[in-house]
């Protein structure tokens, strides 16, 4: 972590940076000025270890010193989901930062909370449900997205937006087609072809730069890939969904999605906080006959568990790398998996910048839209923040990974995202008090064509011991429900094999990961 470094012009703004993807981690906590009268609260990302596994490090595998029914490896919001639904079971929690969360985790500014990546979710979905069950009440967004581009604010950028975008009338004329077009696609019908094919197929037609500039922005944010790179059948399945305002039905409170990872932890520590073990990177995950052998370093020393069943909460990309005696077709799947790099950029202010939206595209820039940290609670009576919070997404391109290896090079990127943003409106011009950035190397699984109807279940297929529970085992994109749902039907594939009801668990497995969520 590094702060007070110069963005250019702007020396008197604290900048810091957390999370890191590359050797050289973890991040040095003796670079934190001892004397910050405000230091600034953030952790990050801890992936030393991790690339010893990935560079095919073979660790010592001591014998076991604990058994326990199963194990969760992995404590973001599908190990943390399932740690919840298996509560009254002998488990252990295995995560390797010093937080949990993991992309749904939220930070917070002198008691004011923001999201570092996962921003809201849907009314009623299995993530919703999951949150009243645990006592938080995810409060509606009620406020179709707008868009900000060439100066100009439009609001509803779907419906009545479409006629005031600031383009040209056949630029207009454009979109509209498509949104006529969008809607006659019957999706369930076509899913098969259009996974097959790339989003740019379905825009062609329209030959509409801003068209795929927007989607290029709109894509990136939510499912980590370009046009090019996305499965034409996610785009069509958004692309309707904002159409038909189904919008609508977002929901969330300040903190993002990671209010929901915060109050599990608030729900499960009291009585099993032994059983959550953070700081445990897990080395190897030896399948056997009689149980599985899980290996994790903790504090430089590597111990040994012996489970019944383990569910990997761990994306596959992690998973693929830890397994022993993966089949070999399962470890290409895992292996074919994509995942954009995310650096996630919060602004402080400490005055009212903007208030006029929730999710702004902003397309063309470095970044791609920001969100209003604290707005489904902005009109409650009494609620007078000290500090307005803007959380920017900003994912790269995979060929810019390298980007986030270097601190110079994320001051550089966050003072080109400050910029950007300035030029945006005029009531913009405000300088932040505090730029937060949270590098995440390999954070958003891509919506890449063949990965939801194919890749997907070879890659997730359960093993007589294994459940592949991270949120990358549903689809089509990235998404804290699918995480909360595959774990639900990880913990009753869990409690059905502790039954010794071994045919009913692997047919809760396949379901689950044959289920239709669109
Ligand atoms: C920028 C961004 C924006 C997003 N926005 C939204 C949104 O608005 N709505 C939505 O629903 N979803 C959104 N998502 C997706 C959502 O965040 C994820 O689907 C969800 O958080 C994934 O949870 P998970 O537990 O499956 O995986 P992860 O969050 O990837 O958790 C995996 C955990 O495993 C741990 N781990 C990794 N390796 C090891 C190891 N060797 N040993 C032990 N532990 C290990 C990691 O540290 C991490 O905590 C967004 C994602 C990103 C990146």
């Not at 062609?204 to 370009?226: K, M, T």
């Not at 409170?253 to 929901?260: A, E, H, I």
């Not at 995942?339 to 063309?364: E, H, L, Q, T």
């Not at 000290?386 to 601190?407: N, P, Q």
């Amino acid at each position: 972590m590094t702060e007070n470094t110069k963005l250019p012009r702007r020396d008197f703004i604290k900048f810091a940076i957390a999370g890191s993807i590359a050797s050289g981690c973890p991040i040095d906590h003796a670079l934190v000025p001892v004397n910050d009268p405000h230091p600034a609260n953030i952790e990050g990302e801890h992936f030393a270890i991790c690339h010893q596994v990935r560079d095919g490090h073979s660790f010592p595998k001591p014998d076991p010193t604990r058994s326990v029914d199963l194990a969760i490896i992995g404590g973001g919001m599908a190990g943390l989901s399932a740690a919840y639904f298996l509560r009254d079971k002998d488990f252990l929690l295995l995560e390797k930062e010093d937080h949990f969360g993991g992309n749904a985790y939220q930070e917070e500014f002198q008691g004011q909370p923001y999201s570092t990546a996962a921003a809201y979710d849907f009314r009623n979905s299995p993530c919703d449900h999951l949150a009243k069950e645990i006592g938080l009440h995810l409060l509606p967004i009620d406020l179709p997205d707008p868009t900000i581009d060439n100066g100009v604010y439009t609001p509803d950028t779907w419906n009545t937006g479409l006629t005031q975008l600031p383009y040209s009338r056949c630029t207009i004329a454009a979109w509209k087609k498509f949104s006529e077009d969008m809607l006659k696609i019957d999706l369930h019908k076509q899913i098969n072809d259009l996974d097959a094919k790339p989003f740019t197929e379905l825009l062609a037609p329209y030959q509409c730069p801003e068209l795929n500039r927007w989607w290029d922005a709109y894509g990136l944010s939510n499912w980590g890939a370009v046009a090019e790179d996305t499965t034409a059948f996610i785009g069509a399945v958004d692309a309707q969904y904002l159409i038909k305002g189904d919008d609508s039905t977002r929901v969330i409170l300040p903190g993002g999605l990671g209010c929901v990872t915060h109050k599990l932890l608030e729900v499960l520590k009291p009585k099993y906080g032994e059983r959550l073990q953070g700081d445990a990177t897990v080395v190897s995950v030896v399948p056997g006959a009689n149980d599985v052998r899980i290996t994790y370093d903790q504090n430089g020393q590597l111990t040994t568990v012996s489970a019944k069943f383990a569910i990997l909460a761990t994306p596959k990309f992690i998973t693929a790398r830890l397994v022993a005696d993966l089949p070999a077709e399962q470890k290409q799947a895992m292996r074919r998996m994509r995942y954009a790099p995310v650096p996630m950029i919060n602004m402080i202010f400490d005055k009212s910048v903007y208030r006029k939206g929730y999710d702004n595209w902003c397309p063309g820039n470095a970044f791609t839209d920001f969100i209003v940290a604290d707005w489904t609670i902005r009109n409650q009576p009494g609620y007078h923040p000290k500090y307005e919070i803007l959380t920017f997404y900003c994912t790269l391109r995979e060929s810019e990974r390298a980007t986030l290896l270097s601190d110079e090079n994320c001051r550089a990127f966050a003072a080109k995202v400050l910029s950007q943003f300035q030029k945006l409106l005029s009531e913009f011009n405000v300088d932040p008090i505090e730029i937060r950035l949270y590098r995440r190397g390999h954070a958003m699984m891509m919506a890449v064509p063949n990965q939801f109807t194919k890749n997907r279940f070879i890659a997730s297929r359960p093993m007589e011991r294994l459940f592949f529970a991270n949120s990358d085992s549903g689809g089509p994109e990235s998404l804290s429900m699918e995480a909360v749902r595959i774990s639900q039907a990880a913990a009753e594939w869990a409690t059905l094999n502790l039954q010794g009801k071994r045919t009913q668990a692997q047919s809760t497995a396949h379901k689950a990961l044959n289920a239709f969520v669109y």
